[in-house]
């Protein structure tokens, strides 16, 4: 079975070929919070009549764009990119969308991919029709599996000022993505028409907000952690627990989300046993936070130090700690800002003395849409500083290892640096990879260990961990497999960047992992 949703730019009713339940205004006023307001949303439903969205694990959704008539123009990605945050931000943290390369020879078909086409010739839904979602339930029927969206390339000039706009289209269409139906409200986005009397809207209104937050409430978030050598090699450490208690936090406050996290020796004492928190407000502004784990029973995390605002423009997308000076300790922050499909690492020197100016910058080699997973800080040429930054991104309908040397401290560095690629071998079919962190898996004493975090495509979490090595023979940086773990049902809705390594114990050993996730 799949649901199609044709969007009709004429001032005509669109056509509809799917089932969907119409709230009506009271009884939306009811179920959010009572509001006077009236809504004229609507949302897809499964054939038993319940909501059909995307599961509570699979919140991390992954796109691949294909063929625009002229190949995949950055332009046209960055619009589709720009349509995908406006959805994302109004989330306040519940979903991510991430960019999974160009897709030349895409098909609307079921193959597990979610894929944004042009169709020419072979367009069969009506001259009136700019653009279709197609909707693939999962097998049970009850929840979102893929999604297709097709712009129609015959009858619309996609490049003329007279088209309804990429992005503007893209918007719409996301929308169904999402599982939410067409408004009766003419000025929301997700309203069925537009045309002369009708212009596309730019920009979410309020209603087609209320069905985003109907359909992905917020949820309350929790640190699950992880012995790493214990859930690793079992056998090598009998009756000792492979995980903690999860903890609760942290938690930034009302308005705030924390959207990536990283390990950092905040106070200098030799141990990495702080949370390095990126956040994200309604406001759209940026923070950097620190957190500790408090003494009362290790169950939860505390803020440390202020919660300080990040002036410059853009979004953060990735933490970590990192030794910018080289002083042995790595108490200072990387951090990943992209702006207008540019990315910057931007430093900074988290010591309360310091003013939160940067501590220099390095503009790297970046994708026209966002398709990071996380950043981990490292040392991998072996001189006892953690100066270089592991980056994993999601490319070519897999995913790759960038590691980038991080300048001496106070050079802003404009050229952008393309860091050093390292191929990842191939997860099963439908996987995704949610999170990195490097650190001292194998419990050794060399903090050069990439893990990675796998989402199975029948929704089983596991753990990778890898060995990463520069051969003498000058064949390159590589990495070795390891070792896998499964873990348990104790996780879900994990989103990119919210993993880290640490040292929960301080006993000198980076050997701890921390996954923020959605409380079960």
């Known amino acids: 079975m799949k649901i199609v949703e044709l969007s009709d730019l004429s001032d005509g009713a669109a056509h509809k070929t799917m089932k969907i339940l119409l709230l009506s205004a009271a009884l939306i006023g009811v179920l959010l919070s009572q509001s006077p307001n009236l809504f004229a949303f609507t949302i897809k439903t499964t054939d038993e009549g319940g909501m059909l969205q995307w599961d509570a694990s699979r919140v991390a959704i992954f796109f691949r764009v294909g063929n625009t008539g002229q190949g995949s123009r950055p332009e046209v990605i960055q619009a589709i990119d720009r349509a995908f945050i ?115 809207r730019q920009e979410l209104s309020r209603d087609d907000i209320e069905a985003l937050v109907f359909l992905y409430p917020p949820k ?36 705030h989300w924390i959207n990536t996290l990283g390990g950092v020796d905040y106070n200098g004492d030799g141990f990495r046993s702080e949370l390095l928190a990126g956040g994200r407000g309604e406001d759209g502004g940026n923070t950097l936070e620190t957190w500790e784990m408090t003494d009362n029973d290790n169950d939860r995390y505390r803020r440390i130090g202020p919660s300080q605002p990040i002036q410059l423009p853009g979004e953060i997308t990735a933490v970590s700690g990192i030794d910018l000076n080289r002083d042995g300790i790595g108490s200072e922050a990387a951090v990943i800002l992209r702006h207008e499909g540019r990315e910057k690492l931007v430093f900074y020197d988290l010591n309360p003395a310091a003013a939160m100016e940067p501590a220099g910058s390095m ?149 701890e992992l921390i996954i923020f996730s959605s409380k079960k």
């Open 86 to 200: 406006k959805w994302e931000e109004k989330s306040k943290g519940e979903l991510a969308f991430v960019y999974a390369d160009g897709d030349e020879d895409g098909e609307a078909i079921r193959d597990g991919i979610n894929s944004i086409l042009w169709v020419f010739d072979d367009w069969r839904y009506g001259d009136t029709i700019a653009a279709i979602s197609t909707i693939w339930p999962s097998d049970d029927g009850e929840t979102i599996a893929e999604v297709d969206i097709e712009f129609n390339g015959r009858d619309f000039d996609w490049s003329s000022p007279d088209s309804p706009g990429i992005g503007e289209t893209a918007l719409h269409e996301i929308g169904h993505l999402l599982g939410v139906g067409h408004s009766f409200n003419p000025g929301a986005v997700m309203h069925a028409t537009a045309g002369p009397s009708a212009a596309a």
């Open 220 to 255: 309350p978030r929790e640190l699950n952690r992880y012995d790493l050598p214990v859930l690793f090699y079992p056998r090598d450490f009998p009756n000792e627990p492979s995980g903690f208690p999860p903890t609760t936090g942290p938690d930034p406050g009302p308005g």
């Open 363 to 511: 503009a790297i080699t970046s994708p026209p849409a966002d398709n990071l997973i996380g950043m981990a800080g490292l040392d991998a040429d072996g001189d006892q500083f953690r100066d270089e930054l592991l980056i994993l991104r999601a490319e070519g309908g897999g995913f790759a290892l960038y590691l980038h040397e991080i300048p001496p401290i106070g050079e802003d560095i404009q050229d952008p640096d393309p860091g050093t690629r390292i191929g990842i071998p191939g997860l099963q079919e439908n996987s995704i990879l949610l999170g990195l962190a490097v650190l001292d898996a194998d419990g050794d004493g060399v903090e050069r260990d990439p893990v990675f975090l796998e989402l199975t495509g029948t929704g089983e979490y596991w753990l990778h961990s890898f060995r990463l090595t520069n051969p003498e023979d000058g064949s390159g940086y590589r990495i070795d497999y390891l070792t896998s773990a499964q873990l348990g049902e104790e996780i879900s809705g994990v989103l990119p960047a919210r993993m880290t390594g640490i040292d929960l114990n301080r006993d000198g050993f980076f050997d």
